[in-house]
């Protein structure tokens, strides 16, 4: 493939300094557009490719952090990487995403530290992969772990509370007078984790209360409106009577709203439903969608800093921090007297 | 920084061969745990790190595919970024996204083929840079453009019938008995061209009618709910009648749901509302949305065949492609006697 073409090769060429090579590259809003034709016009006809934009050249480090989360279409996860985008350039980092699905074999193709590429560090938002896994991959490559499936104390980390967020989801049903409750999102398919969490906290609610589930937990394939929806189905055509839902992700509770209606049941008249997560979405259903906030923006800002940090000093003591949270009490579980 | 490590080296420090180093970095299921743990220790050791998994030795191509979207938390874009995830893993690629937040900045370093690092190409849908620009920024790099914004016939493309699909969703609307028709999308940032498309599709409907606007066509700061809602609230503040909305896509309409409900008016009875997109917030509204089917599978299946077919032949002859699209008519919309 030849010697590799360098910023000192394309100056040459172009007849112009180093400087004014890598403003081009860096597309500096005080460059002319002559400069700027001339400088294309050399490193095309060299094919000089730098690794990305932004790369500083004195630090070896390109300002690209990669951030891979499961799923791009699951609206939790979009809002998080477009809070993590703002966080990253307003910490002057360039930010691209990948998606692992829930599968192990992404997940650690993600985690692997030789997959960054030319990304100076990884924020990973690992489902599947174990713990020990992840330490292993990420070898010295700077990373930060999002999410709760990871309780990985060697990494800098921004978790989620889950077990607290069901209680309080939970309690909150409980305090609308609704005492014959179901939970849904019991996952046949990818991280059995997370649920094992928000179920420890929905039973943990209803305990207190001196009260049992009043259906099995509504088991999906994932936590998709669909799956909501069809765990409605699946629960009331099993004869399951219930007076309030709890859904493990608002993507589920709006599937379930959806159910409910079709099934003739009003809401919260009949039955009062609750999700996690404040997607955009549930603030616009009708009825709107009651729901447990998570800081997504605080989440994205506390990783860009945490990873900074490790870029900074790569022996910063780790920090395990937890995502703010609380209720928001919409239409979906209103007071019905 | 010194020599750069080789996966000889690693191979060499592993006392295995090259195969078997290349076997552990791609992850391949046949891998030993003791061989992987083996390289693994040699790899950490040496600090060797290859561009990306996947990269073939042979041609120099790293397999990674480059996404630049405006926005990953729009439903219509996460979806597609979803479909190009599937489209390019069955084409034996790795897709990475990078969000341009329609700002011309952003357009232009993601059009900048010196930007792609370690990908082989990128798939780029723009909305504010110059068709013009986007030719001199690309270089020789390949590059397929999605959506309606561009129209480069010297680049390949998967466009959108913006003119067609607005036509046939107005169409609709009329054909379903509504007479006072709005449009909400016209949008006050960003992309001036998109809309206008949609526009001309809308109003030709309405003339082929004899029919014209019910008021103006309400506008937006972006095409989002919130945006959407706000639009209905100024039309009836500054008292426009009207019996139909037609969305520019799915979150505006979605919105308009929402706030129309606010102001006691019944969807359709009331008011009959379509968007565009079909995203799957929309089947699961309630009413449930009717809107114009996009095939976004469609979309990515074939920017990553196009931008494959560039790879395999960098002189093969530019395609310009428009996606598949039809009415999807749900209760938003339903005849109402």
Redesign the interface.
């Known amino acids: ?1 030849g010697r590799q073409v360098t910023l000192e090769d394309v100056a040459a060429e172009a007849h112009v300094s180093k400087s004014s090579v890598s403003n081009v ?1 860096r ?1 500096h809003p005080n460059v002319r557009e002559s400069m700027r034709q001339r400088v ?1 016009a050399a ?2 006809k060299l ?7 932004g790369q500083n050249l004195v630090s ?1 480090r ?1 300002g ?1 952090v ?1 951030l891979a989360i499961p ?3 699951q ?1 939790y996860f ?2 998080l ?2 809070a993590a ?1 703002a966080a990253a350039d307003d910490a002057g980092m ?6 692992t ?1 829930n599968l192990l ?1 992404r997940e ?2 993600a985690a ?7 990304a100076d560090g990884l924020i990973f938002s690992p489902s599947v992969i174990e713990d020990e896994e992840i330490e ?2 990420r ?2 490559a700077p990373l930060v772990l999002l999410g709760e499936r990871s309780k990985l104390s060697s990494v800098d980390r921004v978790g989620i509370d889950s077990v607290a967020i069901s209680h309080t989801a939970t309690k909150h049903l409980l305090d609308q007078g609704r005492s014959r409750l179901v939970m849904i999102g019991d996952k046949t398919f990818g991280d059995p984790f997370v649920v094992s969490e928000r179920e420890a906290g929905f039973h943990q609610a209803l305990e207190e209360a001196g009260l049992r589930e009043a259906g099995p937990v509504g088991a999906v394939r994932d936590w ?3 799956d909501g ?1 069809r765990a409605v189905d699946e629960l009331l055509d099993a004869g399951f009577g219930f007076d309030g839902v709890f859904c493990a992700n608002d993507l589920l509770a ?2 379930a ?2 159910a409910l ?1 079709r099934h003739g049941l009003r809401v919260p008249e009949d039955v009062a439903v609750i999700g996690i997560d404040d997607i ?2 549930g ?4 009825p709107t969608l009651s729901t447990m906030f998570i800081d997504k923006e605080w989440m994205a800002r506390e990783a860009v800093r945490l990873l900074a940090k490790q870029l900074a000093d790569p022996d910063s003591i780790p920090e395990q921090l937890s995502v703010p949270f609380h209720l928001l009490a919409r239409e979906s579980t209103a007071l019905y007297r």
């Open positions: 493939m590259i597309n294309n490193i095309d094919g000089y490719r730098p690794q990305a934009i070896g390109t690209l990669s799923n791009f279409a609206p979009a809002e990487a477009r985008v360039r930010l691209i995403v990948q998606q699905d074999e650690r193709e692997d530290s030789w997959n960054l590429g030319s292993v991959r070898g010295r998709t409106r669909e929806a709006l599937g709203l959806s209606r955009e979405d603030r616009f259903a009708s």
